[in-house]
């Protein structure tokens, strides 16, 4: 512990603190459909697919948005950034809280692509706080600058109670006086000393265009817009974000999309971090359909599992730190796997399916720790690009997760299909791991060569600390 508090006295403590909170209150906001779904349901009577494809929605518009923020943030004192988001996730619960009636579903799916804005702070958040931190430790700082994703907790203890006494839609304004803090926190101990290069404007203008064109196609994957009906239009819906996206950013920026590096690190993101965030969306829905629980009591449940996950990311980004990224990504990609598996051959009673989730979520969090160990030292000069890039990874795995669950149970009547497709996907990511191991952690562990020596000498040094 002492060891820990050293290293933090090296850098802003406060800027780290502020991240944490901007993150953690974003997180809080960008997860609100979660808990609340079971009433929502109720009282809009959605199909088990539409149930998946609302909770769904805000971790699209997080996944995409996070592409042209990180953009921005290279071109943006990343301060004024954070304060125009805390803004604009402030929106859904205002006129949530102010409108008269029970909203529509179309309207909720407009107001949950600005609540992704709050799941869209990873990729300011993060790097904000890494800038004022020494490379040697970034594991630690960026991790516990990313445990603000235990805002998931919030959403488990705070809001269903509220909603079961107050209504829903009073209960979402709870979450105001949180994004209050988090804005005075940035507004007065913030500081973003990373290196800013391109067009502010150029980048602010992508960011708003982006913003737009979710909302269009959110609505026209509802709608049947694009030609496309029902579950083909939810499932379309990320890649054509992506491309959107990708499309509007500088040339320069999209050089990064050519590295074989960046695939992987992007589907094992999508598998610890989707994971995480697509499951704390979800898992309310899924214990009150698998084991007929009350919804506060699935509340309670969510809180537990989301609070386990947060709390042992920043352990993950020490554990990398000590001994790689890559080696610690072998064990919790490992771990995933194994846990999706038991729920894609059996459904176990209520304790074991508790511990089997509690197990699932812990590989989740080392895991996010683990991966984004890796992203400074492989891309150096581009943090604020791959947060997220990589982010946005995350947000669509954590998209197609509900989605897929929500079919799953649509068209089969359980859910191991769902959990078989992203048991396949975590074993594809170990394999990939294990096979670019030694060339990466030339390196992802510097300091067993020097950067100057060719790539091969970096590589046989790497293999002899493996």
């Not at 996730?89 to 909720?108: I, R």
């Not at 970034?138 to 209504?167: E, K, S, T």
């Not at 150096?380 to 990589?390: A, E, N, R």
């Amino acid at each position: 512990m002492k060891q820990i508090i050293k290293h933090l006295q090296s850098g802003d403590w406060r800027a780290l603190i502020a991240s944490f909170l901007y993150f953690d209150t974003g997180f809080t906001v960008w997860l609100l459909y979660g808990p609340l779904a079971p009433f929502i349901v109720k009282d809009l009577a959605l199909a088990p697919a539409e149930q998946g494809f609302l909770v769904a929605v805000p971790l699209f518009s997080a996944a995409i948005l996070r592409v042209t923020l990180g953009n921005l943030y290279q071109a943006a004192d990343g301060r004024w950034i954070a304060l125009l988001g805390i803004v604009l996730s402030a929106l859904p619960p205002l006129v949530l809280v102010t409108l008269p009636g029970t909203p529509s579903l179309t309207l909720l799916l407009v107001l949950g692509v600005l609540l992704g804005m709050g799941g869209a702070s990873f990729a300011v958040a993060l790097p904000m706080a890494g800038s004022n931190y020494p490379p040697r430790i970034q594991g630690l700082v960026l991790g516990i600058a990313a445990a603000g994703n235990i805002g998931a907790v919030l959403d488990g203890l705070l809001f269903p109670p509220l909603a079961r006494h107050f209504g829903w839609e009073t209960a979402m304004g709870a979450a105001l006086p949180l994004l209050l803090l988090a804005g005075a926190a940035i507004f007065f101990w913030a500081r973003d000393s990373s290196p800013k290069s391109g067009s502010v404007r150029h980048a602010f203008a992508t960011f708003v265009a982006n913003l737009i064109a979710l909302v269009l196609l959110v609505l026209a994957a509802h709608d049947g817009w694009l030609g496309l009906q029902g579950k083909a239009a939810m499932l379309t819906l990320p890649l054509l974000g992506v491309l959107f996206a990708i499309a509007i950013l500088p040339a320069r920026y999209r050089e990064v999309l050519k590295e074989r590096d960046t695939w992987v690190i992007i589907l094992i993101y999508s598998i610890t971090f989707g994971g995480f965030v697509g499951m704390s969306a979800y898992v309310s829905l899924l214990l009150v359909n698998l084991y007929h629980l009350g919804v506060v009591e699935a509340g309670l449940f969510m809180a537990l599992l989301a609070f386990t996950g947060a709390m042992v990311r920043p352990l993950g980004g020490l554990v990398a730190d000590q001994v790689s990224g890559v080696r610690a990504l072998r064990w919790f990609l490992g771990g995933i796997a194994l846990a999706d598996l038991l729920f894609a051959l059996w459904t176990p009673p209520l304790a074991a399916g508790i511990a089997a989730l509690l197990a699932l979520y812990l590989c989740f969090g080392l895991g996010n720790g683990a991966t984004f160990q890796l992203v400074p030292h492989r891309w150096p000069g581009k943090t604020g690009l791959m947060t997220g890039l990589v982010g946005a990874a995350g947000g669509i795995g954590g998209f197609y997760l509900p989605v897929a669950m929500g079919i799953a149970k649509e068209s089969t009547g359980n859910y191991h299909a769902g959990f078989a497709i992203f048991a396949t996907m975590a074993t594809g990511a170990l394999v990939l791991v294990v096979v670019l191991r030694r060339q990466w952690l030339a390196w992802s562990l510097p300091e067993h060569a020097p950067t100057g020596q060719p790539a091969g000498a970096r590589q046989a040094a790497a293999a002899a600390a493996d």
